[in-house]
C-alpha cells in the first residue's frame, strides 16, 4: 500500500504539534475521568446506545458547541494573521488549510448539528408524538454526522487538511493540484456526514407527516415544526445532489475518473455547478429552522399568536422553492451569458420579497405585545437589524452585473457572515436559552446571558463590518496578507478587535452553563416562560416518554389555551396507559466507527483496507435486517409516579423573567 | 413493526439486477464499443430514463399509495427537481462562455 509514514502525522509546526498535545492530553484527560468516576457503563446505556430524540438532540447540541469552538478557533488565527500587514503568524498554506476547514466545520458540523439538534429535541414534543418516526434511524444519523466529522477534525493533524476552500472547487481540488491527502477528507467525510442528515430530513418529513397528535393538522403545526419539515424536505431534494458530486469527485481523485479534471476532457465547472445546486439550498436548510425558532421566541415572549401565519407558511414555501432556482449567482462571473445571469438575478431578488414579508410579520408580532426582555427575546430583537444588513447586501450581490465588483472580496465573506451568524448562530444562542429548561430542568442565567449577549453582538458587529468597506476597497478574500500600501491596516486591526470581543462573548456562554449546571435552581416548572406550545405541557426536564397522555389540539397555540380554558392540564389516573418504548441499541455507534474507519482507510487511499472495514457495513445492514426487537413497555404505575413527581409540585420557583 | 412479511422480495430482486444490467451496460456502451459520441449519448440517456422507471416503480413504492394527492404532490415535486437539476444544468453550462 505503500505507506509514506513520514507524511502521516503532521510535522514541524508548533502550532500544530501543540494542538496535538492538547488532543492526546485532553483524550486522556476525559478517559482518565471517565474511568475515575465509574461512568462508562452510564455513558454507554444512557447515552451512546440511546434512541430518545431528546438525548440524540442533545449529543447534536455538545458536538455543535465543540465545533464552534474548533471553528471559532480557527476564525480567531485568521484575524490573527491579518490583524497587521505582511503579519508571518501563518504562511499561506496553512492559511488555506484554515479558511477551509473554518468554512466546512462551521456550516457543516457546527451549524447543522445544532439545528438538527434542537429540531431532535423540540419538534416531536411540539407535535405532540412520543418520539420521532424512526428513532434508531435517528440515531444513525447522529453516530453517521459525527463519524463524519470526526474524521474531518483529524485532519490537521494526521495526513494534512484540506485547502481548497469549502468550496473545493476543481481544477484546484484535483489531485493534479492538490496532490495530497488533504482533499480526499473533504470527499469523503463529508459523504459520511451527508448521509447521515439526508436520514435525518427523511425522519423529519415522516414524523412531522404521519405522527403529529390529534387535531393537529398542517395548518395548526407550530412555526418550528412548519420549517423544520419544510427544511427536512429542501435536504430530501438536495444532498442527494452533494452525495453525487461527491462521489463523483472521489473517483476523480482516488480512481483518476475526469468527471471534473480538465486534462481528460472533464468539465471543472460542473463542480461549481453542482456544488451550488446543493449548496445554496443548503443555507436554507439552515436559516428556516432558524426563522421557526424566531418565530417561537418572539410570539411566547411578546404574550401574541404569531401575526400572520398563513402568510408565514407561504413564505416558507416560496422560498423552498426559489432556493431551488438561485444557485448560479454565486458563479455569475463564470461567464455563462447575459441569458443566465439576468435570469438568476431575478429569481435571486426574487428571496428578498417572501423574506421580507416575515420580518414584517415578526415586527407586527411585537406590536401592543406586551414584551418580555428575556436572553431568547434579545437575541431575535438583535436578529432582525443584523440580518437585514446581511439581506440587502444579499441583493446587492445579487445583480448578476454588480457582483463582477464584489465577486471575491471580502464584501461577500462580511455578507454571508452578516446572514449566517444572526441567522443561524443567534437563532441557536436563542433556542438554548430559550429550550435549555425543557431539555436540562433549569435555566441558564440571566444576568451573565446579557454579558454574553452584548459582547457577541457587539463583537460580531465591528468584526465584520469593517469587513464590507474592505471588500468595496478591493480586499480579496483567502488572501493571507496584504501590503502596507493598500491602506488597508485599519480596518483590518478592527475587525480583529471585532473577533477578540466576539470570542469573550463565547466564553461568557460557556461560563454560564457551567454556572448554571453548578447553581441554577432546578425546582422549575414545566412552563417556565408561560409559553404557548405543546413541548412546555410536559414534565422540563422531559420524561422519556414525552407525554403520559397524548395531548389533543384544535387550534394554534394549543397550550396557552389549555391554561387558559384550563382544561387539559392535569391527568386522571384512569388516563394513564401502558406506553411502547423502542429499545436501545448499540448498532447506529457502531455504523457511525466503521464508516469512519473505513472512510479514514480511503482517505490515505489504502484500499485494501477500507474494503475490510466496509465489510462491517454490509454486516451491520444485515444485521439490522435480522433485528425484530419489538421494545418493551413502561408500566402503568412507574408512569403515575413519574407524574406525580412534577405535576403539583409546590413552590416552584417562577421568577426567571426579572 | 408488528407485520413482517415472509413473502420473497420478488420485485426488488428483478429491480436490483435490472439496475445492475443497466449500469453496466452503460457503461460497457460508453467505454467498449465503437459507436460515434452522439449514438453512445443517445443510448445511455434511453438507459438512464429506464433506469429511473426501475427505480421509482420497484422499489419506491409508486404503485402502493392508497393516497392519490400525496403521490401527485410527489411526482410533481420529482419532476420539478429533475427538471432544475438536469435541465438547469445543461443549460447553464452551455451557454454563453463557460463552454470555450
Ligand atoms: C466565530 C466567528 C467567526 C469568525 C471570526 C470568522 C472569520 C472568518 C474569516 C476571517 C474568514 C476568511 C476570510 C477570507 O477569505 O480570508 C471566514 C470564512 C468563512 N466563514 Fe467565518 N467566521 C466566523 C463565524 C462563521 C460562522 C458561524 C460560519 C457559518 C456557519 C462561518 C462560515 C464561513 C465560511 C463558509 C467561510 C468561507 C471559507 C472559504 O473561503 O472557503 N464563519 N470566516
Ligand atoms: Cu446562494
Same mark, same amino acid.
Given at each position: 500500500?505503500?505507506?509514506?509514514?513520514?507524511?502521516?502525522?503532521?510535522?514541524?509546526?508548533?502550532?500544530?504539534?501543540?494542538?496535538?498535545?492538547?488532543?492526546?492530553?485532553?483524550?486522556?484527560? =476525559?478517559?482518565?475521568?471517565?474511568?475515575?468516576?465509574?461512568? /462508562?457503563?452510564?455513558? /454507554?446505556?444512557?447515552?451512546?446506545?440511546?434512541?430518545?430524540?431528546?438525548?440524540?438532540?442533545?449529543?447534536? =447540541?455538545?458536538? %455543535?458547541?465543540?465545533?464552534?469552538?474548533?471553528?471559532?478557533?480557527?476564525?480567531?488565527?485568521?484575524?490573527?494573521?491579518?490583524?497587521?500587514?505582511?503579519?508571518?503568524?501563518?504562511?499561506?498554506?496553512?492559511?488555506?488549510?484554515?479558511?477551509?476547514?473554518?468554512?466546512?466545520?462551521?456550516?457543516?458540523?457546527?451549524?447543522?448539528?445544532?439545528?438538527?439538534?434542537?429540531?431532535?429535541?423540540?419538534?416531536?414534543?411540539?407535535? %405532540?408524538?412520543?418520539?420521532?418516526?424512526?428513532?434508531?434511524?435517528?440515531?444513525?444519523? +447522529?453516530?453517521? +454526522?459525527? &463519524?463524519?466529522?470526526?474524521?474531518?477534525?483529524?485532519?490537521?493533524?494526521?495526513?494534512? @487538511?484540506?485547502?481548497?476552500?469549502?468550496?473545493?472547487?476543481?481544477?484546484?481540488?484535483?489531485?493534479?493540484?492538490?496532490?495530497?491527502?488533504?482533499?480526499?477528507?473533504?470527499?469523503?467525510?463529508?459523504?459520511?456526514?451527508?448521509?447521515?442528515?439526508?436520514? $435525518?430530513?427523511?425522519?423529519?418529513?415522516?414524523?412531522?407527516?404521519?405522527?403529529?397528535?390529534?387535531?393537529?393538522?398542517?395548518?395548526?403545526?407550530?412555526?418550528?415544526?412548519?420549517?423544520?419539515?419544510?427544511?427536512?424536505?429542501?435536504?430530501?431534494?438536495?444532498?442527494?445532489?452533494?452525495?453525487?458530486?461527491?462521489?463523483?469527485?472521489?473517483?476523480?481523485?482516488?480512481? %483518476?475518473?475526469?468527471?471534473?479534471?480538465?486534462?481528460?476532457?472533464?468539465?471543472?465547472?460542473?463542480?461549481?455547478?453542482?456544488?451550488?445546486?446543493?449548496?445554496?439550498?443548503?443555507?436554507?436548510?439552515?436559516?428556516?429552522?432558524?426563522?421557526?425558532?424566531?418565530?417561537?421566541?418572539? @410570539?411566547?415572549? $411578546?404574550?401574541?399568536?404569531?401575526?400572520?401565519?398563513? @402568510?408565514?407558511?407561504?413564505?416558507?414555501? =416560496?422560498?423552498?422553492?426559489?432556493?431551488?432556482? !438561485?444557485?448560479?449567482?454565486? +458563479?455569475?462571473?463564470?461567464?455563462?451569458?447575459?441569458?443566465?445571469?439576468?435570469?438568476?438575478?431575478?429569481?435571486?431578488?426574487?428571496?428578498?420579497?417572501?423574506?421580507?414579508?416575515?420580518?414584517?410579520?415578526?415586527?407586527?408580532?411585537?406590536?401592543? %405585545?406586551?414584551?418580555?426582555?428575556?436572553?431568547?427575546?434579545?437575541?431575535?430583537?438583535?436578529? !432582525?437589524?443584523?440580518?437585514?444588513?446581511?439581506?440587502?447586501?444579499? *441583493?446587492?450581490?445579487?445583480?448578476?452585473?454588480?457582483?463582477?465588483? #464584489?465577486?471575491?472580496?471580502?464584501?461577500?465573506?462580511?455578507?454571508?457572515?452578516?446572514?449566517?451568524?444572526?441567522? !443561524? *448562530?443567534?437563532? *441557536?444562542?436563542?433556542?438554548? #436559552?430559550?429550550?435549555?429548561?425543557?431539555?436540562?430542568?433549569?435555566?441558564?442565567?440571566?444576568?451573565?446571558?446579557?454579558?454574553?449577549?452584548?459582547?457577541?453582538?457587539?463583537?460580531?458587529?465591528?468584526?465584520?463590518?469593517?469587513?464590507?468597506?474592505?471588500?468595496?476597497?478591493?480586499?480579496?478574500?483567502?488572501?493571507?496578507? #496584504?501590503? !502596507?500600501?493598500?491602506?488597508?491596516?485599519?480596518?483590518?486591526?478592527?475587525?480583529?478587535?471585532?473577533?477578540?470581543?466576539?470570542?469573550?462573548?463565547? +466564553?461568557?456562554?460557556?461560563?454560564?452553563?457551567?454556572?448554571?449546571?453548578?447553581?441554577?435552581?432546578?425546582?422549575?416548572?414545566?412552563?417556565? /416562560?408561560?409559553?404557548?406550545?405543546?413541548?412546555?405541557?410536559?414534565?422540563?426536564? *422531559?420524561?422519556?416518554?414525552?407525554?403520559?397522555?397524548?395531548?389533543?389540539?384544535?387550534?394554534?397555540?394549543?397550550?396557552?389555551?389549555?391554561?387558559?380554558?384550563?382544561?387539559?392540564?392535569?391527568?386522571?389516573? $384512569?388516563?394513564?396507559?401502558?406506553?411502547?418504548?423502542?429499545?436501545?441499541?448499540?448498532?447506529?455507534?457502531?455504523? &457511525?466507527?466503521?464508516?469512519?474507519?473505513?472512510?479514514?482507510?480511503?482517505?490515505?487511499? /489504502?484500499?485494501?483496507?477500507?474494503?475490510?472495514?466496509?465489510?462491517?457495513?454490509?454486516?451491520?445492514?444485515?444485521?439490522? @435486517?435480522?433485528?425484530?426487537?419489538?421494545?418493551?413497555?413502561?408500566?402503568?404505575?412507574?408512569?403515575?409516579?413519574?407524574?406525580?413527581?412534577?405535576?403539583?409540585?409546590?413552590?416552584?420557583?417562577?421568577?426567571?423573567?426579572? | 413493526?408488528?407485520?413482517?412479511?415472509?413473502?420473497?422480495?420478488?420485485?426488488?430482486?428483478?429491480?436490483?439486477?435490472?439496475?445492475?444490467?443497466?449500469?453496466?451496460?452503460?457503461?460497457?456502451?460508453?467505454?467498449?464499443?465503437?459507436?460515434?459520441?452522439?449514438?453512445?449519448?443517445?443510448?445511455?440517456?434511453?438507459?438512464?430514463?429506464?433506469?429511473?422507471?426501475?427505480?421509482?416503480?420497484?422499489?419506491?413504492?409508486?404503485?402502493?399509495?392508497?393516497?392519490?394527492?400525496?403521490?401527485?404532490?410527489?411526482?410533481?415535486?420529482?419532476?420539478?427537481?429533475?427538471?432544475?437539476?438536469?435541465v438547469g444544468s445543461i443549460w447553464v453550462m452551455s451557454a454563453g462562455h463557460a463552454t470555450h
Open positions: 500500500m505503500g505507506i509514506k509514514w513520514n507524511e502521516f502525522f503532521i510535522t514541524g509546526d508548533p502550532l500544530i504539534l501543540g494542538s496535538q498535545i492538547a488532543i492526546v492530553l485532553t483524550m486522556v484527560g =476525559i478517559v482518565a475521568g471517565v474511568t475515575y468516576l465509574k461512568k /462508562w457503563k452510564w455513558l /454507554w446505556s444512557e447515552w451512546i446506545t440511546t434512541v430518545d430524540h431528546k438525548r440524540i438532540g442533545i449529543m447534536y =447540541i455538545i458536538s %455543535g458547541v465543540l465545533m464552534f469552538f474548533r471553528g471559532g478557533m480557527d476564525g480567531l488565527l485568521m484575524k490573527a494573521q491579518t490583524s497587521r500587514p505582511e503579519m508571518e503568524f501563518l504562511d499561506a498554506q496553512h492559511y488555506n488549510e484554515i479558511f477551509t476547514t473554518h468554512g466546512v466545520i462551521m456550516i457543516l458540523f457546527m451549524a447543522m448539528p445544532m439545528l438538527i439538534g434542537i429540531m431532535n429535541v423540540v419538534v416531536p414534543l411540539q407535535i %405532540g408524538a412520543r418520539d420521532v418516526a424512526f428513532p434508531q434511524l435517528n440515531a444513525l444519523s +447522529f453516530w453517521l +454526522f459525527f &463519524g463524519g466529522a470526526m474524521l474531518f477534525n483529524i485532519s490537521f493533524v494526521i495526513g494534512g @487538511s484540506p485547502d481548497a476552500g469549502w468550496t473545493s472547487y476543481f481544477p484546484l481540488a484535483g489531485k493534479e493540484f492538490s496532490p495530497g491527502i488533504g482533499n480526499n477528507y473533504y470527499a469523503v467525510a463529508l459523504q459520511i456526514a451527508g448521509i447521515g442528515t439526508l436520514l $435525518s430530513g427523511i425522519n423529519f418529513v415522516v414524523t412531522i407527516l404521519k405522527m403529529r397528535t390529534k387535531g393537529m393538522t398542517l395548518m395548526k403545526m407550530p412555526m418550528f415544526t412548519w420549517t423544520s419539515f419544510i427544511a427536512s424536505v429542501i435536504i430530501i431534494a438536495a444532498f442527494p445532489i452533494f452525495t453525487v458530486a461527491l462521489a463523483l469527485m472521489t473517483f476523480d481523485r482516488l480512481y %483518476g475518473a475526469h468527471f471534473f479534471t480538465l486534462s481528460g476532457g472533464g468539465l471543472d465547472m460542473l463542480w461549481a455547478n453542482l456544488f451550488w445546486l446543493w449548496g445554496h439550498p443548503e443555507v436554507y436548510i439552515l436559516v428556516l429552522p432558524a426563522f421557526g425558532i424566531y418565530s417561537e421566541i418572539i @410570539s411566547t415572549f $411578546s404574550r401574541k399568536t404569531l401575526f400572520g401565519y398563513k @402568510s408565514m407558511v407561504l413564505s416558507i414555501l =416560496i422560498i423552498a422553492f426559489l432556493s431551488m432556482v !438561485v444557485w448560479v449567482h454565486h +458563479f455569475y462571473t463564470m461567464g455563462s451569458g447575459p441569458a443566465v445571469n439576468s435570469i438568476f438575478s431575478i429569481t435571486t431578488m426574487a428571496i428578498a420579497v417572501p423574506t421580507g414579508i416575515k420580518i414584517f410579520n415578526w415586527l407586527f408580532t411585537m406590536r401592543k %405585545g406586551r414584551i418580555k426582555m428575556t436572553n431568547a427575546m434579545l437575541w431575535s430583537l438583535a436578529f !432582525v437589524p443584523c440580518f437585514i444588513i446581511g439581506g440587502v447586501t444579499g *441583493v446587492m450581490l445579487g445583480m448578476g452585473a454588480a457582483d463582477y465588483q #464584489y465577486h471575491n472580496t471580502l464584501f461577500l465573506v462580511a455578507h454571508f457572515h452578516y446572514t449566517i451568524i444572526p441567522g !443561524v *448562530v443567534f437563532a *441557536v444562542f436563542a433556542a438554548l #436559552y430559550y429550550w435549555w429548561p425543557k431539555m436540562f430542568g433549569f435555566t441558564l442565567n440571566e444576568k451573565i446571558g446579557r454579558w454574553h449577549f452584548w459582547l457577541f453582538v457587539i463583537g460580531f458587529n465591528a468584526t465584520f463590518m469593517p469587513m464590507f468597506f474592505l471588500g468595496l476597497d478591493g480586499a480579496v478574500r483567502r488572501s493571507y496578507t #496584504y501590503s !502596507v500600501e493598500s491602506g488597508f491596516a485599519p480596518l483590518f486591526l478592527v475587525s480583529a478587535i471585532g473577533s477578540v470581543i466576539l470570542a469573550l462573548g463565547f +466564553f461568557a456562554f460557556c461560563y454560564n452553563i457551567y454556572w448554571s449546571i453548578r447553581h441554577a435552581d432546578r425546582n422549575i416548572t414545566g412552563d417556565p /416562560w408561560n409559553a404557548r406550545t405543546l413541548e412546555w405541557a410536559t414534565a422540563s426536564p *422531559v420524561q422519556p416518554y414525552n407525554f403520559a397522555k397524548l395531548p389533543e389540539v384544535d387550534g394554534l397555540d394549543p397550550f396557552w389555551k389549555m391554561k387558559k380554558n384550563n382544561e387539559g392540564l392535569t391527568i386522571k389516573d $384512569s388516563d394513564i396507559e401502558e406506553i411502547h418504548m423502542p429499545s436501545n441499541s448499540g448498532l447506529p455507534f457502531f455504523m &457511525g466507527v466503521v464508516f469512519g474507519v473505513a472512510g479514514f482507510f480511503l482517505v490515505f487511499e /489504502w484500499h485494501i483496507a477500507a474494503a475490510i472495514a466496509a465489510i462491517g457495513i454490509i454486516a451491520g445492514l444485515i444485521y439490522r @435486517s435480522f433485528d425484530y426487537d419489538e421494545g418493551y413497555h413502561i408500566p402503568v404505575d412507574e408512569i403515575k409516579e413519574t407524574e406525580s413527581k412534577w405535576r403539583n409540585v409546590e413552590g416552584e420557583v417562577h421568577n426567571y423573567v426579572k | 413493526m408488528e407485520k413482517h412479511t415472509n413473502r420473497f422480495p420478488i420485485s426488488h430482486v428483478l429491480g436490483f439486477i435490472f439496475s445492475l444490467i443497466l449500469t453496466f451496460g452503460a457503461a460497457f456502451i460508453a467505454l467498449k464499443t465503437n459507436l460515434s459520441f452522439k449514438v453512445i449519448m443517445w443510448i445511455i440517456g434511453t438507459l438512464a430514463v429506464l433506469q429511473a422507471g426501475i427505480q421509482l416503480f420497484m422499489f419506491m413504492h409508486l404503485r402502493e399509495g392508497e393516497d392519490g394527492k400525496t403521490n401527485v404532490i410527489n411526482i410533481i415535486y420529482g419532476v420539478f427537481m429533475t427538471v432544475v437539476i438536469v
